[in-house]
Antibody, heavy 114, light 107 residues
Framework: QIQLVQSGPEVKKPGESVKISCKAS????????MQWLKQAQGKSLKWMGW????????TYAADFTGRFVFSLETSASTAYLQITNLKNEDMATYFC???????WGQGTLVTVSS | DIQMTQSPSSMSASLGDRVTITCQAS??????LIWFQQKPGKSPRPMIY???NLANGVPSRFSGSRSGSDYSLTISSLESEDMADYHC?????????FGGGTKLELK
């Protein structure tokens, strides 16, 4: 069965970086793009962008350019989201979701606190 | 960007009630809309694809409809397990955009 398993919760200080992983199984990794989404506590979802798992081409939503990087380790069927220079407003749960939104990771909570 | 205006933001209803949640799109999105259910601490679960198509395993009391730029999710007879947040998402254009969400609670 198709599964997306994300890395565990992170606690970081402002200015630090975090890298979240999303390991896919149950299908051929390169056959479906991977999307990233943000959900702050008590808020709705925000689409951050997606990465083409075949070519590595990335597309970022306007609010997620500069400090946000999507990457791949295709041999490990894993997608990554890295956030640099963390700010308080980055504190949220981050989800990966396979193209068409049928399959989601369990979410990774990133806490930013000094 | 396409704006999705979702209403109501919260509502309370009784078991057995008919419940309708609506999203209005600021531009034409055709039927490129998904409804999600999200329970606390869980990932969103797709309920309705392409505005009107029930996702696999979703109970038949859920349905989706469209009237022009207005999209609705209806629960015909509310059950306790339906208490959750509901989100709409348009996937006609980048960036994909969500409605503001609806919190459905038991009266």
């Amino acid at each position: 069965q198709i599964q997306l398993v994300q890395s565990g919760p992170e606690v970081k200080k402002p200015g630090e970086s975090v890298k979240i992983s999303c390991k896919a199984s149950g299908y051929t990794f390169t056959q479906a793009g991977m999307q990233w989404l943000k959900q702050a506590q008590g808020k709705s979802l925000k689409w951050m962008g997606w990465i083409n798992t075949n070519t590595g081409k990335t597309t970022y939503a306007a609010d997620f350019t500069g400090r946000f990087v999507f990457s791949l380790e295709t041999s490990a069927s894993t997608a990554y989201l890295q956030i640099t220079n963390l700010k308080n407003e980055d504190m949220a749960t981050y989800f990966c979701a396979r193209a068409a939104f049928a399959y989601w990771g369990q979410g990774t909570l990133v806490t930013v606190s000094s | 960007d396409i704006q999705m205006t979702q209403s109501p933001s919260s509502m309370s209803a009784s078991l057995g009630d008919r419940v309708t949640i609506t999203c209005q799109a600021s531009q034409d999105i055709g039927n490129n809309l998904i409804w999600f259910q999200q329970k606390p601490g869980k990932s969103p679960r797709p309920m309705i694809y392409y505005a009107t198509n029930l996702a696999n395993g979703v109970p038949s009391r859920f349905s989706g409809s469209r009237s022009g730029s207005d999209y609705s999710l209806t629960i015909s007879s509310l059950e306790s397990e339906d208490m959750a947040d509901y989100h709409c998402l348009q996937y006609k254009q980048y960036p994909r955009t969500f409605g503001g969400g609806t919190k459905l609670e038991l009266k």
